[in-house]
């Protein structure tokens, strides 16, 4: 059974940072490309990054390009978003996701970042 | 960025009767591949996203076939036969042909 477990989400002061990890199970995960989606809260969702099976490629939507990072340790089963300079705008459910077919196809569960002070 | 545009965003249903959403979008999603990477998502009150549907009419394993998809190029729909009770909740499309990829801005099932 596929498994994504998100973790790392908490409260932080605007201009902070913050590390998630995603825990994946159940499926060989060095060989699918993953991403991370959020929502902001009562919000709709925002594809925020991808990343390769090898982690050689990765893009980002515009608005977190360099203050965001994402990572993955394949020997791990582990994918990162490491998160640098919050805003307020950056509040949000984080979602791990698989990337099968240009979307994604199982999520996890979600972990809360919230950006105040 | 691709715009994606739903429509209608609350849509109140009865059980057992048909249901439609529409979604458009501002640029052609037929990817240089030959495929149309459109999905469809249904986000149930206080869970996680679930894929329904991609590359426009694919139901995902464990999907009812009461749901199906359809259109092409930036004109698609998302039908449901006979809406039942566990069928509540908020629908998205998603385009995967051009990054960024982008969501619709939801439609909301009740009954």
């Known amino acids: 059974e596929v498994q994504l477990v998100e973790s790392g989400g908490g409260l932080v002061q605007p201009g902070g940072s913050l590390r998630l990890s995603c825990a994946a199970s159940?499926?060989?995960?060095?060989?699918?490309?993953m991403s991370w989606v959020r929502q902001a809260p009562g919000r709709g969702l925002e594809w925020v990054a991808n990343i390769k099976q090898d982690g050689s490629e990765k893009y980002y939507v515009d608005s977190v390009k360099g203050r965001f990072t994402v990572s993955r340790d394949n020997a791990k089963n582990s994918l990162y978003l490491q998160m640098n300079s919050l805003r307020a705008d950056d509040t949000a459910v984080y979602y791990c996701?698989?990337?099968?077919?240009?979307?994604?196809?199982?999520w996890g569960q979600g972990t809360l970042v919230t950006v105040s002070s | 960025d691709v715009v994606m545009t739903q429509s209608p965003l609350s849509l109140p249903v009865t059980l057992g009767q048909p249901a439609s959403i529409s979604c458009r979008s501002s640029q052609s999603l037929v990817h240089s591949d030959g495929n149309t990477y459109l999905n469809w998502f249904q986000q149930r009150p206080g869970q996680s996203p679930r894929r329904l549907m991609y590359?426009?009419?694919n139901r995902d394993s464990g999907v009812p076939d009461r749901f199906s998809g359809s259109g092409s190029d930036t004109d698609f729909t998302l039908k449901i036969s006979r809406v039942e009770a566990e069928d509540v909740g908020v629908y998205y499309c998603m385009q995967g042909t051009h990054w960024p990829w982008t969501f619709g801005q939801g439609t909301k099932v009740e009954i």
């Open positions: 590359k426009v009419s």
């Open positions: 996701a698989r990337v099968n077919q240009h979307t994604g196809d199982f």
């Open positions: 159940g499926f060989t995960f060095s060989s699918y490309w």
